[in-house]
């Protein structure tokens, strides 16, 4: 019962809870596994997700480099159990990345910088 409830908490038909999107896989086009949602960046005045920081390499955390995607870019997929974004691997190292401790200023011309990257403007 109380995995049941848990459930409920957590998810239903249109929502979900953002402790259940963070650590969730994310695959890239050919399904291999390209790392996990680190975290979610929302507005803070509409509430919209913007933004899903994609963690990539490392080892228990160190030597990580974080992709911040468009929120749009991840579609879910059941079979895999995780996201999956139309991008390579090496097309994500080719856009907007950071390592730990050097997160950029999320301000409109970051944003501006992801979203034109990906084809999102």
Request: zero cysteines.
């Amino acid at each position: 019962m109380d995995n049941i409830q848990t459930m409920d908490r957590n998810e239903t038909q249109d929502t979900i809870s953002s402790e259940k999107v963070d650590g969730t896989a994310v695959y890239g086009r050919d399904g291999e596994k390209i790392g996990s949602v680190h975290h979610l960046m929302i507005g803070k005045r509409d509430g919209k997700v913007r933004h899903a920081v994609v963690s990539y390499g490392g080892f228990l955390g160190m030597g990580e480099d974080y992709f911040p995607l468009p929120w749009g870019e991840l579609t879910y997929n059941e079979d895999h159990g995780g996201y999956v974004v139309n991008r390579d691997v090496e097309q994500l190292k080719g856009g907007p990345r950071y390592s730990r401790g050097q997160e950029p200023t999320w301000d409109r011309s970051y944003d501006q910088q992801v979203s034109g990257y990906y084809g999102k403007l």
